[in-house]
């Protein structure tokens, strides 16, 4: 038997902030060779991937997880109780950095994959494993990658587990079903610069991308959906620094974040923020450019077998009816849902990015238990 909270604390160990793999990828890598996966290193750019399959490519059956193993900076090491990357444990917790996000939910699968593969490995399908080391930073060449090369390899997975911390609470009170998109808009309004006394020989920037703002923030994007909770858009911050009293400056921006629902799209949004700046365009003479990001669209896994078997299995191990929800920020299941059907299941949530991060060591052992389980069900 694989004990899960000895892999998290060796895991904690290894000191992986984000791009780095501190041994982390090196250590899960030679484990599940040992248990007879087939293991590939899929690196891109400098940021550490990794690639796992038990049993034969391309199965029609082919579960699969995701997880990432690089963690923030813990910040300055005098603040914490234990040392961020010391692993210790006392009193049935594990401490440091990464302990909740999320080191523990990696090893529980892992732990639980090698005890599959070796006790009761079922005649037909495929385990598969992802594992980053660039969740937490730009994510640009970390999840993407893998998929990237799984589909030069034509490789598979028919259905993923993320192993994110989803539980506000309690162990087992909430699993992800889908998560809302987020994009950032920067915005500049270019007017003509002038005399604070002359205004009407200049165009005020600042004037005009105030009521732009204002149109964009004076009614609710929308009610919400079936599945998720209304559409935000907040402003952020606004610059102008002009350090003179009596000028009018020439420029001014702004920085709108969206956290928006399957009701729009990037692009419908996009289109939105430009058609209420060319109302103001147009009454002012002020011209606006909008610079675009978006780190995800939005998606949902609709209810049906897959989300089932594993709500089933939390209900079963932890005694809870988990709640299915989108809510929280952006994971790389943003990433996965374009791959296959795909939930999250994980930790209680609190404490993540905190100094003094910890995990009580029996739920580690509880989440192994649900991830064995579901791939017995998954894989029977």
């Known amino acids: ?19 780095e793999e501190g041994g982390a990828l090196t250590l899960l890598g030679g484990m599940l060779e040992g248990a007879g996966f087939e293991v590939h290193r899929c690196d891109r750019n400098g940021v550490p991937n990794l690639f796992a399959r038990w049993g034969a490519k391309g199965a029609e059956r082919s579960l699969g997880f995701n997880g990432h193993t690089d963690v923030v900076p813990p910040g300055h090491p005098s603040s914490w109780t234990h040392p961020p990357f010391s692993g210790h444990r006392d009193a049935g917790l594990i401490w440091g950095r990464g302990a909740t996000d999320m080191k523990s939910g990696v090893a529980a699968w892992v732990s639980a994959a090698c005890d599959f593969v070796r006790e009761a490995p079922p005649a037909e399908g495929a385990l598969i494993v992802t594992i ?9 060449d970390g999840t993407r990658a893998i998929l990237d090369w799984m589909a ?32 950032t808009f920067e915005i500049e309004a270019r007017g003509k610069q002038g005399h604070a006394a002359y205004p009407d020989r200049a165009r005020n920037p600042v004037h005009a991308l105030i009521r732009l ?11 919400g959906t079936a599945h998720f909770e209304p559409s935000g858009l907040q402003v952020v911050t606004v610059d102008v620094g002009n350090p003179a009293a009596n000028v009018i400056p020439e420029t001014a921006r702004a920085t709108v974040n969206i956290r928006f629902n399957d009701a729009h799209t990037s692009a419908s949004l996009r289109a939105r923020l430009e058609a209420a700046a060319a109302e103001v365009e147009a009454a002012t003479g002020v011209s606006f450019t909008l610079a675009q990001r978006t780190s995800g669209e939005s998606f949902v896994t609709e209810p049906g077998p897959f989300v089932d078997l594993v709500r089933e299995t939390v209900r079963e191990v932890s005694g809870i ?13 943003r990433f996965i849902h374009e791959h296959c059907p795909v939930v999250e299941f994980g930790l209680v949530g609190r404490g ?27 894989l029977a």
């Open 1 to 19: 038997m694989t004990n899960a909270a000895d892999l998290t604390a060796s895991l904690i160990r290894c000191p992986s902030v984000t791009p």
């Open 213 to 223: 703002l204002a149109d964009l923030t004076a009614a609710p994007l929308d009610e």
């Open 132 to 140: 980053t080391g660039d969740e937490e930073g730009p994510a640009a």
């Open 321 to 333: 009816e988990p709640v299915l929800s989108t809510s929280g920020g952006t994971s790389d299941a």
């Open 352 to 378: 993540m990015h905190e100094v003094d991060e910890r995990v009580p060591e029996a739920e580690i052992e509880a989440l192994k238990q649900v991830y064995l389980r579901i791939m017995q069900r998954y």
């Open 152 to 183: 030069g390899q034509g490789e598979r997975m028919s259905a993923c587990v993320v192993g994110e911390p989803t539980c506000p609470e309690r162990f087992g009170d909430m699993m992800k079903i889908g998560r809302r998109g987020s994009t």
